[in-house]
Nanobody, 115 residues
Framework: QVQLVESGGGLVQPGGSLKLSCAAS????????MGWYRQAPGKQRELVAR???????NYADSVKGRFTISRDNAKNTVNLQMNSLKFEDTAVYYC?????????WGQGTQVTVSS
């Protein structure tokens, strides 16, 4: 059974930083691309950042230069370092594993940027 468990969300002031982590189990982690998505109230879920099994990354334009995705295949984890946070980064953030047969999702972690 594949499980993705996120951690690290919370409340932060504008300009602050947070680090999200996602721990995967039940699957050969290093075989698949991993990503972080987010969904703000009233909006569709959107891709934030993605990392291939080889370590190639891509980012949404809105987070380029502020967020960094990384994976540790030895620990079966993928992280999202978020710096210079803005009000509009407020959302529920979801970890995603994109296997050949289906997508797997974590339960989500809330990130709130507020003064």
């Amino acid at each position: 059974q594949v499980q993705l468990v996120e951690s690290g969300g919370g409340l932060v002031q504008p300009g602050g930083s947070l680090k999200l982590s996602c721990a995967a189990s039940g699957i050969i982690f290093n075989s698949w691309p991993m990503g972080w998505y987010r969904q703000a109230p009233g909006k569709q879920r959107e891709l934030v950042a993605r990392v291939t099994r080889g370590g190639t990354t891509n980012y949404a334009d809105s987070v380029k230069g502020r967020f960094t995705i990384s994976r540790d295949n030895a620990k079966n984890t993928v992280n999202l370092q978020m710096n210079s946070l803005k009000f509009e980064d407020t959302a529920v953030y979801y970890c995603n594993l994109n296997s050949a047969s289906r997508d797997y999702w974590g339960q989500g972690t809330q990130v709130t940027v507020s003064s």
